[in-house]
């Protein structure tokens, strides 16, 4: 099976697409790819799909877009089976796989199998582990490779074309984040390679969208600074100031505050630490700084 979630949802068997089309189903299958070879509760499944006040008829219904999955599944096995067969004579070692085989029902609850499938979020966070190693040994020049490559998996927001309820939402959030950590951490290596010019566009757009995001406001300072753009810099720096006050009640961070005094005392901008955020430190530390502007 292979899990596609970094945007629309894709989920194919033996390359054949299972997607039901309607909502209530689709929300089903995104949360269970999403936890791929776990046990998704009911209580879980049944707080997204009607929140915290459920009809009585909850797990009867629930039942019902779980037979609706599995026969999807069931035709996707069955045309893998016929386009293997004309490829390869029957086998008679070869293992029959029912519908109840990869959607299924567990003590509490259902899982999805992924049988060795490829899955775009796993990938996503091996190449972006891998990227942050690469900083953590000062191979810039690999961390933005790796940083790159993962970021490309993305094509658009993550569960797209799914209505998200409680559970999934807080799943795109947190996919997103990981998201926004690997492109700073992308931008932080290709600033260390003196790419600053050639980020300028691309951070303009980033300032924009995430109004209040202090790190990439840092990082626009930095490269317009070091492009011979000082009061371009300056500037970023008082439109964020302007924009933390009257949104959040906060004046910029120390380190912000630091750079613009460097880039006010002298013409050479200082190097940025080489440090590298942890989705879980962005999450933490600077969530409430987080504004994105669509």
Same mark, same amino acid.
């Given at each position: %099976?292979?899990?596609?979630?970094?945007?629309?949802?894709?989920?194919?068997?033996?390359?054949?697409?299972?997607?039901?089309?309607?909502?209530?189903?689709?929300?089903?299958?995104?949360?269970?790819?999403?936890?791929?070879?776990?046990?998704?509760?009911?209580?879980?499944?049944?707080?997204?799909?009607?929140?915290?006040?459920?009809?009585?008829?909850?797990?009867?219904?629930?039942?019902?877009?779980?037979?609706?999955?599995?026969?999807?599944?069931?035709?996707?096995?069955?045309?893998?089976?016929?386009?293997?067969?004309?490829?390869?004579?029957?086998?008679?070692?070869?293992?029959?796989?029912?519908?109840?085989?990869?959607?299924?029902?567990?003590?509490?609850? !259902?899982?999805?199998?992924?049988?060795?499938?490829?899955?775009?979020?796993?990938?996503? &966070?091996?190449?972006?582990?891998?990227? !942050?190693?690469? %900083?953590?040994?000062?191979?810039?020049?690999?961390?933005?490779?790796? #940083?790159?490559?993962?970021?490309?998996?993305?094509?658009?927001?993550?569960?797209?074309?799914?209505?998200?309820?409680?559970?999934?939402?807080? &799943?795109?959030?947190?996919?997103? &984040?990981?998201?926004?950590?690997?492109?700073?951490?992308?931008?932080?290596?290709?600033?260390?390679?003196?790419?600053?010019?050639?980020?300028?566009? &691309?951070?303009?757009? #980033?300032?924009?969208?995430?109004?209040?995001?202090?790190?990439?406001?840092?990082?626009?300072?930095?490269?317009?600074?070091?492009?011979?753009?000082?009061?371009?810099?300056?500037?970023?720096?008082?439109?964020?100031?302007?924009?933390?006050?009257?949104?959040?009640?906060?004046?910029?961070?120390?380190?912000?505050?630091?750079?613009?005094?460097?880039i006010l005392e002298t013409s050479e901008a200082p190097a940025p630490a080489a440090r590298v955020l942890r989705p879980e430190a962005l999450a933490g530390a600077s969530r409430d700084r987080l504004v994105r502007v669509d």
């Amino acid at each position: %099976m292979d899990i596609d979630v970094l945007g629309p949802l894709g989920v194919r068997v033996n390359g054949v697409a299972v997607m039901p089309t309607a909502p209530k189903p689709r929300k089903v299958l995104a949360l269970l790819a999403l936890h791929v070879d776990r046990v998704l509760p009911v209580g879980l499944l049944i707080e997204e799909l009607w929140g915290q006040r459920p009809p009585r008829s909850a797990r009867t219904t629930l039942q019902t877009y779980i037979l609706q999955l599995r026969e999807l599944i069931g035709a996707a096995l069955q045309a893998g089976a016929a386009r293997s067969a004309e490829l390869e004579p029957a086998s008679p070692d070869r293992v029959s796989v029912s519908a109840k085989d990869v959607l299924v029902t567990a003590p509490g609850g !259902y899982l999805l199998r992924g049988g060795g499938g490829s899955s775009d979020v796993q990938k996503f &966070e091996r190449l972006a582990g891998m990227g !942050y190693r690469a %900083m953590d040994a000062e191979d810039f020049a690999g961390a933005a490779r790796l #940083l790159r490559e993962a970021l490309s998996l993305w094509s658009g927001s993550a569960l797209a074309d799914v209505q998200t309820g409680a559970q999934l939402e807080m &799943e795109v959030r947190r996919l997103e &984040e990981t998201r926004l950590c690997a492109l700073y951490q992308r931008i932080e290596a290709d600033l260390r390679l003196g790419r600053h010019r050639e980020l300028l566009g &691309e951070l303009t757009v #980033l300032v924009s969208r995430y109004r209040t995001h202090e790190n990439l406001h840092g990082q626009f300072m930095l490269a317009l600074h070091r492009s011979g753009r000082r009061g371009e810099a300056l500037s970023v720096y008082q439109r964020l100031r302007q924009a933390l006050v009257r949104d959040l009640g906060l004046e910029p961070s120390a380190g912000l505050r630091r750079l613009q005094r460097a880039i006010l005392e002298t013409s050479e901008a200082p190097a940025p630490a080489a440090r590298v955020l942890r989705p879980e430190a962005l999450a933490g530390a600077s969530r409430d700084r987080l504004v994105r502007v669509d």
